[in-house]
């Protein structure tokens, strides 16, 4: 009886209930969806690299290392010497070597150099291997693979001709127009930095740099597809190596042999612990994301506090009816922390199902722009108490109005009985 009251009070002042439903459901969703966006952006940064023992690249910080060679943000302080790479590939500790090159680029996406070893052993997210959408991978010196963002973003298909540029801005003026790539394979989406990658072969890149000299090409000397093909394109140098071992109890071993090379200084770390500290760096902005989200439902709260007070005035009458049909005071408190926690629950209710609405219209948008996939998928333990936690501090905010509500109804006894 007491729900059913409470319910028909509710509905008694619709314009007020709809305003306040709005502004709990809307900062509930907020909230839920920011949650979302920090799980899913935390997931697939851990998940840009599966399987890798160690990444070797030039001395450097371990940070700078993960972020050139993984994330292909910034630029390397030197390249590591071939005979280097090759000493890593025939260590009997070592089962695997992807080699990566990067300088050049094509329309603001990296090119990264590499080999058709990164086919067969990269791994991202719950070492999952990379799969075609279209096509396959190097079969000719000029093929190129691109990531799933750049074929949509570009129009790319199978069979279509790129140019790729030095340097890696989004506007360059030295093109490698007279050596342009066939699109031989498309990527599947991934979640990772591959997306937004054009990959070539290492002796295709070094290839397109024939006739070159400190980045500038010199004049007359442009080499045609024919001449390249009879070229020795063994690269010199690369930028990083991606490391797989037979043992992984080998890593810190083989991690420290490196470090402490002297033939040639080199950085060996560890993927997760490098992530991590990337992490420690960069977890700010989506703690803070948190923060500003709370800060809205905790708005919301407020607001339906102060609607809930702004009603007490006018709930005067109501109450002395209750007290008269010989309702108590605390019963007419409880109906009030009864109408909050209704209100609270509908608009948390309300707010999960927007949420569920708005990831259907920005997932894909999302997904192109900054590579963040947000599955259509049942809360998260975390969202869960979160939303409890909308709901308990509703009903205390309840508490406020109960409280006004109890003394005018003893006020009410005390006058009647005077």
């Known amino acids: ?25 809307l900062s509930t969703a907020l909230l839920l969806g920011v949650q979302q966006v920090r799980e899913q952006s935390r997931e697939a940064f851990f998940s840009s690299v599966s399987g890798t023992d160690l990444i070797v690249g030039a001395r450097s910080g371990p940070v700078q290392l993960l ?58 997210g719950q070492a999952q291997p990379l799969e075609f959408a279209q096509g396959q991978t190097f079969t000719d010196l000029f093929d190129v693979v691109v990531g799933a963002e750049v074929a949509a973003r570009l129009g790319y298909n199978p069979g279509d001709k790129i140019v790729i540029a030095h340097g890696s801005g989004n506007t360059s003026f ?36 024939l006739g070159w000299r400190a980045g500038v090409p010199l004049p007359g000397l442009k080499i045609t597809p024919e001449q390249a093909r009879q070229q020795e394109l063994t690269p010199k140098e690369v930028t990083a190596v991606l490391v797989g071992l037979k043992s992984r109890l080998q890593t810190f071993h083989l991690q420290r042999a490196l470090n ?51 009603g007490m005035q006018q709930r005067q009458h109501e109450i002395a009816v209750l007290r008269a049909l010989g309702c108590p005071p605390w019963r007419v408190a ?22 569920q609405v708005m990831l259907m219209a920005i997932r894909g948008p999302l997904l192109d722009t900054f590579g963040i996939y947000l599955p259509l998928a049942p809360l998260s333990l975390q969202q869960w108490l979160q939303c409890l936690t909308i709901l308990i501090l509703g009903t205390l905010a309840g508490l406020v109005p109960a409280l006004k509500g109890w003394r005018q109804a003893r006020a009410n006894h005390l006058i009647r009985h005077y």
């Open 334 to 355: 409880l109906l009030l922390v009864l109408e909050s926690t209704l209100l609270t629950a509908a608009g948390t209710l309300l707010g999960i199902l927007l949420l």
């Open 174 to 209: 030295m093109k490698h127009d007279n050596l342009p790539f066939l699109v031989s394979g498309i990527l599947a989406p991934t979640g990772t930095p591959l997306d937004r990658a054009v990959l070539v072969s290492l002796e295709g890149l070094e290839a397109v740099h």
């Open 260 to 310: 402490t090379r002297s033939e040639e200084p080199l950085t060996a770390v560890l993927p997760g612990l490098a992530l991590q500290e990337l992490w420690q760096i960069i977890g700010v902005a989506e703690k803070s994301l948190l923060v500003v989200a709370s800060a809205a439902l905790l708005t919301g709260l407020i607001g339906m506090l102060a609607l809930l007070l702004v």
């Open 1 to 25: 009886m007491l729900f059913s009251l409470a319910l028909k009070s509710l509905l008694s002042r619709r314009t007020s209930l709809i305003l306040t439903l709005l502004t709990i459901a």
């Open 67 to 124: 972020l050139y060679s993984v994330f292909h943000i910034g630029n390397a302080t030197s390249n590591i010497r071939w005979s280097s790479q090759q000493q890593l590939a025939e260590d009997p500790r070592v089962a695997w070597t992807i080699p990566l090159s990067l300088g050049d680029s094509h329309r603001g996406y990296r090119v990264v150099g590499t080999s058709n070893a990164m086919f067969e052993h990269f791994r991202y």
